[in-house]
């Protein structure tokens, strides 16, 4: 009579393991697929639902669990029965042991074929949307909107952000994205964003989109890191071995005593960030210059209020929107639009003969050669420094001058 390899495999655990070599082989592969293929289905579904991989821990003890469920279900069936079962034997936990190592063993080999799969097959908009034959096949009569990355080489980095890294803008080039068709274009373009970022990892996106998925502009950017960025020019910033108090967090002003051989204040700086003893401070660059490798520094915690600068730096560091300073040249399209009309912020504006005006009011009128620090988007900055851009068409016979692109329509300034 042939037996299955699950019938196999309850009489392999019944009996204790490795009483017959070639069943407990067949067994120990038994369990290797059943872990596979539970681990492949989960991290397909996992996949499915949040648009990301399954972590790999997560996926190692789904493969364990599914041979331990086996084993524990096969080895209770054993002496429910009237069989005569050897469970505890040392064979049997030797063999319990082998079969639980090798699920652990194939687990993570399992969850990246499926992860890769579920990447190549699925367009993750969401649970109820996929990018396999079948999603082709609703596409073809009308109900999705597909939307194509472009080609690795045209695909642009944004300014004021890091570069994505060419295999990452290898790994999207190309690929087709399916959304529902009943989508506006600025929903479209918030879904594309969100689904970029999650699939690919990349921190910014900046895209135009129309209602059909074409894609007018395309470009992705990196979260800056690091503790440089938000240095501001002339400060450096200096780890010191200088025991700070047990209370004294990030943002705090501090000041820096040198204790050896008299107290002495060395500089004033503001505390960045605390590892056991050693102090992060941010100080002037010529301060700096006073410290030495002998150590021997004490902090002093200064009464202050928080600073809104800090703050705010933490804020948009953290946030979609950047700062940029665009300078309106004559004959532009924004020559005469309002603040208030414009997409991005706009924090201040220095007139070309005058004093910075922080916050304007939004009836203000942008003339040439104003300069304004803008808080926005990429994308709304973006179209607002072509607005600022001296219009080349004006002037040309039989040419028509456009309006400005970073003007929302929707916004109206009453004087």
Same mark, same amino acid.
């Not at 991290?43 to 493969?63: C, N, Q, S």
């Not at 942008?366 to 900055?381: Q, S, Y």
């Given at each position: ?7 196999? @495999? /309850?009489?392999?655990?019944? +009996?204790?393991?490795?009483? &017959? !070599?070639? $069943? %407990? ?125 472009? @080609? /690795?080489?045209?695909?642009? +980095?944004?300014?004021?952000? &890091? !570069?994505? $890294? %060419? ?140 600073? %809104? ?107």
């Amino acid at each position: 009579m042939i037996r299955t390899p699950l019938a196999v @495999a /309850a009489v392999v655990v019944s +009996d204790g393991g490795f009483g &017959e !070599p070639r $069943a %407990a082989a067949v067994t120990l592969v038994t369990f290797v697929l059943l872990a596979a293929v539970g681990v492949a289905a989960g991290a397909l579904v996992y996949r499915w639902y949040f648009l990301t991989a399954i972590p790999e821990g997560v996926a190692v003890l789904l493969g364990v669990s599914v041979v331990a469920v086996y084993l524990n279900t096969t080895s209770l069936g054993a002496l429910v029965s009237a069989e005569n079962a050897a469970l505890l034997t040392a064979e049997a936990v030797v063999f319990d042991v082998v079969a639980l190592g090798l699920a652990a063993v194939v687990s993570p080999a399992a969850r990246y074929a499926a992860n890769r799969l579920a990447v190549d097959v699925f367009a993750f908009s969401g649970p109820d949307g996929l990018d396999g034959d079948v999603s082709r096949i609703v596409g073809a009569v009308g109900r999705t909107t597909a939307v194509t990355l472009p @080609a /690795a080489t045209a695909i642009e +980095d944004i300014d004021t952000y &890091e !570069p994505v $890294a %060419a295999e990452k803008k290898a790994e999207m080039a190309e690929r087709t994205m399916r959304f529902p068709r009943r989508l506006t274009a600025a929903e479209l373009r918030e879904q594309l964003v969100e689904r970029v970022k999650e699939e690919y990892g990349v921190g910014y996106v900046d895209v135009d989109v129309t209602d059909d998925g074409t894609l007018e502009y395309f470009a992705v950017g990196s979260r800056v890191t690091g503790l440089g960025p938000t240095l501001a020019p002339g400060r450096v910033a200096v780890a010191l071995a200088a025991d700070p108090p047990n209370n004294a967090t990030a943002g705090d002003m501090v000041q820096v005593w040198r204790t050896d051989p008299d107290p002495e204040r060395i500089a004033t700086g503001e505390l960045r960030g605390v590892a056991g003893d050693v102090a992060t401070v941010a100080l002037d660059e010529s301060d700096a210059e006073a410290f030495s490798v002998e150590g021997g520094y004490r902090l002093v915690t200064l009464p202050t209020e928080p600073q %809104a600068d800090r703050e705010f730096a933490s804020l948009l560091r953290n946030a979609d929107e950047t700062m940029a300073t665009v300078t309106v040249e004559a004959d532009s399209n924004l020559v005469g639009t309002t603040v208030g009309e414009v997409r991005a912020v706009v924090a201040a504006v220095r007139p070309a003969e005058g004093a910075v005006q922080p916050i304007p009011p939004r009836a203000y009128a942008f003339a040439a050669e104003d300069t304004a620090f803008l808080v926005g988007r990429p994308d709304a900055i973006r179209r607002f420094e072509a607005d600022a851009t001296r219009n080349e068409t004006d002037g040309v016979a039989g040419s028509e001058r456009t309006g400005p692109k970073s003007v929302d329509p929707d916004r109206s300034v009453e004087p």
